[in-house]
């Protein structure tokens, strides 16, 4: 038996999906949540209380516990860990984890008779690791771009952007010099935990490398120039950057306390935007994705290579080979939970009822859901911003879910491609209500996929193709086939559009852009 296993470490939980590619199933899912499950980090939504709404950071120890009793509770709940053939995972993009020199040696002595965060608790050079919504790096991006002007954006893929990586070690290194200097390695949040798994520190793919604003994504290496000016000595300090089907290395024998074999390939992680590409069969070009998570994402597979002249969007590479494209929204599931909790209701009425009670269009309400300072557009003191004073809860409900589809339509019109077709995945595309918003807004068909959790699928699948030498074709017609398919209302193509011109206007008087 062939099984393989995907990880999917996200902001606010940990998930994971075994699929057996002979009898091309999904074997089981699993999933902890940090805000639940590990209490004792006061970590809410994945991430440390800071009175500054523009620092976002998260204790790297809560990664390391979550992935333990992730391991745990798999093996408790009888999961086939023994015939487990290859491992890979996803992370939440962009975020920076900060190391000593004995991190590689903790690392192959690992003691499975303690747990992860206890031993790798004195590698660690910095105690908390600055994630995706942290946008304390303003100054830095200034820095970088009167340095490069615009070629940050065309070799990196993307201007200069206060969640990347590259402007998060930046500021590191002026604000804490000592503690930059006691630093000999710095990995994202997918080479973290990829390293913790292997015992060695591991590679960076190139996939999620493409959102560091370091990676020159026309020559798949580190660009010298700006990993110089970002800080002293950090070529030093990155791992290598390698093609996002490599193998990392393999399994620890830690690991093996869970039943699973010590020794199995364990491939190089990648961030969650380009495992669920693959995770959801959109890896060719010709149909968009949109996931939504934490943070909402609008990304495809890209014909040629194109950068947003409005600089909110990405360009990425693609793990299946080429490039993808990427625009994220800050502002997504966090920000309709907050309207949910504002409202008193529960999520059968937030996903259906409110979109049964109220009509498309919505009488012209609009909202910008700015609950905590937005990437798209660029918002950085959070503010939360209506076109009108009364509402009732389901028609708050629909502003708020009609007002992330424009906007995601319109920010996303720079990739030029009218996608007749979108794939959806994320916690919230189980809603029935949003899935047809979208369909209205955008006049395409939406795709949905049996599971919600794509990244940790992408992952899974793309081990698959690295270990079990499966091409990705026949992994995407076995895994990723739509199951429910909404098509759009041709009758609210006008409200939408009419709606949409309307929200230009509103966010260009309530923002920078
Ligand atoms: C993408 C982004 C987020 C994170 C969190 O650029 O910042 O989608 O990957 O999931």
Redesign the pocket.
């Known amino acids: 038996m062939a099984l393989y296993l995907g990880i999917d470490a996200?902001?606010q939980g940990i998930k994971a999906e075994l699929i057996d590619t002979a009898k091309g199933e999904i074997i089981t899912s699993f999933g902890i949540n940090f805000g639940k499950d590990l209490p004792h980090f006061k970590s809410t939504d994945g991430f440390l209380e800071n009175a500054d709404p523009t620092i976002r950071h998260a204790n790297p120890l809560m990664w390391l516990e979550g992935l333990d009793m992730l391991f745990s509770q798999m093996q408790k709940k009888g999961a086939p860990l023994s015939d487990v053939a290859g491992i890979s995972g996803s992370a939440?993009?962009?975020g920076s984890v900060y190391l000593k020199n004995n991190f590689p040696e903790i690392l192959a002595k690992l003691d499975s008779d303690k747990n992860l965060s206890e031993q790798l608790k004195i590698s660690l050079s910095r105690q908390t690791s600055p994630i995706?919504m942290d946008r304390s790096t303003s100054a830095e991006c200034d820095e970088l771009y009167a340095r490069f002007g615009e070629r940050i954006q065309s070799d990196t893929g993307s201007p200069a952007i206060e969640?990347f990586t590259g402007p998060q070690i930046r500021r590191f290194a002026k604000a804490e010099p000592e503690n930059y200097d006691k630093t000999s390695v710095i990995h994202l949040v997918s080479s973290f935990l990829c390293s913790v798994l292997c015992g060695n520190s591991a590679p960076i793919d190139y996939a999620d490398g493409s959102?560091m604003n370091l990676l020159n994504i026309k020559e798949l290496d580190w660009d010298r120039e700006i990993t110089s000016f970002t800080a002293p000595d950090l070529l030093k300090k990155l791992p290598a950057v390698v093609d996002p089907s490599s193998i990392a290395g393999n399994l620890s024998n830690y690991f093996s306390k869970y039943g699973l074999n010590a020794g199995i390939p364990v491939q190089v992680w990648s961030?969650?935007?380009p495992n669920s590409l693959i995770g959801v069969g959109a890896a060719m070009p010709g149909s968009a994705v949109i996931?939504l998570?934490?943070?909402d994402?609008f990304f495809a597979a890209m014909r040629n290579f194109k950068t947003d002249k409005a600089g909110c969007g990405?360009v990425f590479c693609n793990p299946a080979g080429g490039f993808m494209s990427?625009i994220?929204f800050?502002n997504g599931s966090l920000a309709r939970e907050r309207i949910k909790t504002l409202c008193k209701v529960d999520w059968e009425f937030f996903d259906r009822t409110a979109g049964e009670m109220t009509r498309a269009g919505n009488n012209g309400k609009l909202m910008l859901p700015y609950f905590e300072p937005e990437?798209t557009p660029k918002v950085l003191t959070p503010g939360v911003k209506r076109n009108y004073s009364n509402a009732e809860p389901a028609e708050e409900i629909r502003t708020i879910m009609e007002s992330q589809a424009i906007s995601m339509k319109i920010h996303s019109e720079w990739q030029q491609e009218d996608f007749k077709k979108i794939r959806i995945t994320g916690g919230a595309s189980g809603s029935q209500a949003f899935r047809k918003i979208l369909a209205d807004v955008f006049q395409a068909e939406i795709e949905s996929i049996s599971i919600k959790n794509s990244a940790a699928l992408g992952a899974a699948l793309r081990v698959a193709n690295a270990v079990g030498e499966i091409p990705f074709h026949k992994l995407f017609d076995i895994f990723c086939v739509p199951n429910e398919v909404i098509k759009p209302d041709s009758a609210n193509a006008k409200v939408y559009k009419d709606a949409s011109s309307r929200y230009v206007e509103f966010e260009k008087i309530n923002t920078s852009l």
């Open positions: 996200s902001t939440q993009q962009h995706w969640r959102g961030g969650d935007n996931s998570g934490s943070s994402t990405h990427l994220c800050s990437s």
